[in-house]
């Protein structure tokens, strides 16, 4: 109910949830590309040999802080901002999806929307705390995925290793 209550222009919309035996799902906003197909961000940085101009980095990171910005307002941490959950519409906007793994920090003892207290996540993409204490993320968490996003879209590399070193 949280996340089907979200209005902003940032954020694909959910129109409808439910359980049909076993099986959670959850209807959503449909996001089309230039040709009719959603893409995703990781898509637009490979059609740009690697790496996106700086003005087009910029734009998207200013729509995806404006999405989770909003968000986190709400209490509602992501938890799984990567590349793939940042869709690229036909105008040229981003759509954030995927609140799929979101948990809620503002319900003591209850940190989850969507799932158990265990680390969620995709590895490449989340922070120090998200992997060794996933009780403790916040809206920061969020902002240490999309500080990883932003170095990709320049680099064309996701930070790890020496090349997170260097980023600290």
């Known amino acids: ?18 359980q049909e035996h076993d099986v959670y799902y959850i209807v959503m906003g449909l996001v089309s590309g230039p040709d009719g ?7 637009l940085i490979r059609s740009h040999g690697g790496q996106l101009p700086l003005p087009t980095a910029l734009r998207i990171m200013e729509q995806a802080c404006s999405a989770l910005e909003y968000a986190h307002q709400k209490n509602v941490v992501h938890r799984d901002i990567k590349p793939g959950n940042l869709l690229i519409d036909s105008q040229g906007n981003l759509r954030l999806v995927d609140f799929g793994i979101a948990s809620s920090i503002d319900r003591p003892g209850d940190h989850t929307l969507t799932g158990s207290g265990a680390m ?19 809206g920061r ?28």
């Not at 949280?2 to 439910?18: E, K, M, N």
């Open 141 to 168: 968490s969020d902002l240490f995925s999309l500080g990883k996003v932003f170095y990709k879209m320049l680099t064309g590399r996701v930070p790890e290793g020496n090349h997170m070193k260097a980023c600290l």
């Open 1 to 18: 109910k949280t996340l089907a209550a979200f209005d902003h222009p940032h954020i694909v919309p959910i129109h409808d949830y439910g």
């Open 37 to 43: 197909k959603a893409v995703s961000l990781n898509d």
């Open 120 to 138: 969620l996540g995709s590895l490449r993409y989340i922070s120090p705390e998200q992997r060794d204490d996933p009780a403790s993320v916040d």
